[in-house]
């Protein structure tokens, strides 16, 4: 039996892969804050799939969790096969309207525990010659808006980098950049987006058809991967348009709408 364990594993993207990495026969390891969804996750995919659910309640923003993570992550005893650093939030706020603390959480979830989790599980993987990682990145990533933008810009060259380093070892690792997709960020963060609008209906993607594939371009052994052909287009466009251009304040400014 395999293990796979996932960070933001209470809501969305995380929710759904522990979903289908248990419809593929992988026991999990679910991490979050909120323990008593953990829980709940736990019973309903134990119940529906037969595999076994580890609850680990944990904030990546806290220093003595992320390294109880971690530690969990590089056990020898009881292997992790599959990583996927997931956690993740947005704010509604530009920069200077942002506290400072906030700012930093967020480098601290959406990167430091990436290359934490990432350091830990690789080192036990390529000992085992076989393993995948999974990180979370965004559209967002190739673009020039705020820290949450340059935070995925790591994510996503750091997975093509520590890609690089692992080539031949058997371990493989994947950035997923997802597009708008249905979940609870926007929400939580406050963010106002449209849902609605002819354009957006186009645009906005369905969690549980990214996840099938983000982990189809996993199995094909895709370094980046981008689900959808809106995103495929418009990440294309982004890589070969004057760099002048993605980081004018129009396109910057609208990738989030302010109140
Ligand atoms: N939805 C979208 O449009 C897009 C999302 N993404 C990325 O996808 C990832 C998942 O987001 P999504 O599913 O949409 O959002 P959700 O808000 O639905 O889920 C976010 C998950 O992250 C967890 N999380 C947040 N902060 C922490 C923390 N400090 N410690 C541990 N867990 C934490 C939350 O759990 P809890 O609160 O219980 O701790 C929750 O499980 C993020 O990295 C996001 O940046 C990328 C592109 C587009
Ligand atoms: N695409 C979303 C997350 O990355 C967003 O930026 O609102």
């Known amino acids: 039996m395999t293990t796979a364990l996932v960070t933001g594993a209470s809501a969305g993207i995380g929710r759904e892969f522990c979903e289908q990495l248990a419809a593929r026969g992988h026991d999990l390891v679910v991490v979050a804050r909120r323990a008593e969804r953990l829980e709940e996750i736990k ?40 990583l996927v650093n997931n956690a993740g939030f947005g704010v509604k706020t530009s ?3 942002t506290p400072v603390e906030k700012e930093i959480e967020s480098v601290d979830v959406m990167v430091k525990a990436v290359v934490v989790l990432t350091h830990a599980a690789a080192g036990a993987m390529v000992e085992r010659r076989r393993g995948t990682v999974i ?3 965004s559209v967002a990533s190739f673009m020039a808006s705020g ?21 031949g070892t058997g371990v493989t690792v994947t950035a997923l ?9 926007h929400e939580r963060g406050e963010i106002p987006v449209d849902k ?10 369905d ?40 980081r004018s304040p129009r396109l910057s400014n609208r990738h989030r709408p302010r109140d």
């Not at 609605?196 to 993607?205: D, M, N, Q, V």
């Not at 990214?210 to 995103?231: F, H, M, N």
């Open 95 to 97: 920069f200077l309207d």
């Open 135 to 137: 990180n979370v990145s």
């Open 43 to 82: 019973a309903e995919i134990e119940a529906r799939h037969g595999v076994k659910v580890e609850v680990l309640a944990a904030d990546l923003a806290v220093a003595d969790d992320l390294r109880r993570v971690a530690e969990r992550v590089g056990r020898r005893d009881e292997p992790v096969d599959v």
């Open 207 to 246: 969690v549980d058809r990214l996840v099938r594939d983000g982990l189809a371009d996993v199995d094909a052994g895709k370094v980046v991967s981008v689900p959808g052909r809106q995103y495929k287009a418009i990440t294309g466009l982004l890589r070969v348009v004057p760099r002048p251009l993605v």
């Open 147 to 167: 820290t949450y933008s340059a935070a995925k810009s790591y994510v996503t060259v750091f997975s093509e980098s520590i890609a690089a380093q692992l080539h």
């Open 196 to 205: 609605t609008s002819p354009l957006a209906k186009r645009l906005w993607l």
């Open 177 to 185: 950049c997802p597009g708008f997709t249905h979940t609870e960020f």
